[in-house]
């Protein structure tokens, strides 16, 4: 609780954006079984957006997230990964997370964080799962919220390699805040 009330003490009492995502210390990453044996994964270096606050002590979170920011171990993975097939990032450079507003003591103790996913031109319904954070409050240094998601390929469109890459992918948002400017 103590978490909460810092973060409401250093909220202004009118609705909009209240703390931005603070891109060089947040990321985003994702995780697919290949050959069902191992893990392929990258990071995306590039992520932006804001967290607004709303009456009634609710928040709304909404990151951006550029697709060919992203880093991987291998550069034919990386290649792979932003083509047309799966990301295509050259079509859809944009993946975006929208959630519905959430309690924000929500944001510190964990829990579900729902909302809207825009990747390749599709929008869905997906659900985080928020992990708790252990900060005195959200904007220290060093605090991030962090949450993680399962989605399917196929919803996004990304049928290719059914045989040798598994349906559900990984993602994760590890996102910092900045109190935005006046």
């Known amino acids: 609780m103590a978490l909460l009330a810092a973060l409401a003490l250093t909220a202004p009492t009118t609705r909009g954006t209240d703390f931005r995502i603070d ?3 947040s990321h985003a990453e994702f995780g697919v079984r290949l050959l069902w ?11 932006s957006g804001e967290v607004q606050l709303a009456p009634h002590e609710l928040a709304t979170v909404d990151a951006r997230i550029q697709a060919a920011s992203l880093t991987m171990d291998s550069a034919r993975f990386r290649r792979d990964v932003l083509a047309p097939e799966f990301f295509d990032a050259s079509h859809y450079p944009l993946i975006r997370f929208l959630s519905a507003p959430v309690p924000l003591a929500r944001l510190t103790h964990g829990g579900a964080l729902d909302g809207q996913l825009s990747l390749r031109g599709v929008t869905l319904p997906v659900r985080f799962e928020l992990l708790p954070t252990r900060c ?3 904007t220290a240094r060093g ?3 962090e949450a993680r998601a399962l989605i399917s390929r196929r919803a996004f469109g990304m049928t290719s390699y059914h045989a040798t890459v598994s ?3 990984q993602l994760g948002l590890l996102i910092a805040l ?5």
Do not use: K, M
């Not at 044996?37 to 992520?47: D, N």
């Not at 900045?178 to 006046?182: H, K, M, N, Q």
């Open 23 to 25: 891109g060089s210390r």
């Open 37 to 47: 044996l191992h893990t392929v994964s990258g990071r995306f270096a590039t992520i």
């Open 136 to 138: 005195s409050a959200l």
């Open 143 to 145: 605090c991030r919220i």
């Open 167 to 169: 349906d559900q992918v």
């Open 178 to 182: 900045d109190r935005s400017p006046d």
